[in-house]
């Protein structure tokens, strides 16, 4: 049945539909409360921004605040504005909470940025769901990229608005990635100390000494008290180890501050790495003077001495260590010298030792030179029967040798069992008359061998090893 013709609506108006926002017009969305937010400015003074909403998208359904109902509840008697003074973090955020409220499927526009924001305006609003998607997202977001942003964040909020396990849970993912979190030098000290003073700090000493280095060079003019900072990290210092290239650093600064724990663990440190502290030292800028050289032999003597450009001498230690004390100069110096001599001792005490190794594997293997491997079944004290009988197969690789001649294999194929005879190997003195192959001759193969058994029997059998009982082990010789 063809539908009937009953004309169209027609007034000359556009009614096509626009959902209800807080950005529309006012006087088209029929917008009954206006909200006025007030932060301070970063240069100082205030900002305002008012925003004109709707009472019952604010108070009422699913992503409802309790702040606006109990708000509107109490101005029923006409007023139509409130007002609201935030930080200007979470005043940035107003536009994005009132979109989610107005949304109908609830979409949340957060980032890592904004996530504590966020956080803080829907503790602070009321609002329950919200805070649950708020929360969802930091569990993904929260790793050791972004772990410092969260701390700063929370930080700021986590008294007043009970973002404190945030914060917590922030420190805990920089401080288990301390060496390698980013944007630590970003924190202000106080949170900083926080991260590296951690119990669930997972850093070596050395990595540990980089970062606080970095930071150090970072943000020296915000700190304090430099001393108080070097004192709490010393004190929580993981080990004795320090980077050997941040260790002189580390020491003018533990020193300028009277902190001596550090100051000793950075001179350890340069003294353990004495190739480092002795030997990259730089040049003297200075040269010599010319006239110390007069007389010794290859070096111009008179003008000819004046006019040479003299050779750079070398320092032992860098030239930023003249800076410290002469006293900590020469301690250090002393002690990366007597680190030195200590560790070239150990040097040649080790090479000494890795010599007679090596003189007594050359010493066994002339030895083993005198021997032939074959089968242990041609033992002349060998009993029972089949104990001799030819092998069928070799060993496995990783199989353990046992007490016998000739080691039975079972093993089932599916069908029916498969039994194979691998042998244990001995070894017999040479014959007199056989010279010892020489480095190069190939090695004997197993039928080789087994042939060379039969033909010298009678000769060999009385000068079988008599150990050959005890220690039936397989024995390789070492590749000739």
Partial sequence: MEPHDLGAYEDGEDHSYQPLSWRTDPATSLSDWDVVVTWEADGGGEETRTYHVHKQTL???PRSGAYWAKLFARWADGTAASEMRLDAAA????????DYQYDPRGALDVSTATAMPLLHLASYLGMRSLYDALVAFVQRDLRPETAAAYVAAADRRADRFGLDRCRAAAVKVCASHMEHAPSLEELAPDLFLLVACSEDRCCTGAAFSRRVASYYRTRASDLEDPGDFLRAIGARW??????????LFLLGHALDHGEADLAERCVAAMSRSWERTLFEADPCPDGVDPEILRGVPGFPDGAAAAAAPPPPRRRLLPAAAAALPP???LDVLRRALGQARDDVADARRDASLLVDELRAAKSETRALHNFVRVPLSCHPSKFGGGLDRPPTAMPPHDAEPENGYVVTEHSWDLAHWVTKYWPVY???ER?????????SSPRIDDDELQAERER???ASMARLLEEAMV??????????
Avoid: F, H, N, W
């Fill in 59 to 61: 108070a009422v359904g």
């Fill in 91 to 98: 005043a940035a955020c107003v536009p994005a909470l009132l």
């Fill in 238 to 247: 993981p080990g004795d180890a320090v980077d050997p290239g941040e260790a």
């Fill in 327 to 329: 006293a900590v100069e």
């Fill in 426 to 428: 001995i070894y017999k």
């Fill in 431 to 439: 014959p007199a008359t056989t010279a010892p192959p020489s480095p």
């Fill in 456 to 458: 010298e029997a009678e």
């Fill in 471 to 480: 220690d039936a082990a397989p024995l390789e010789l070492p590749p000739r």
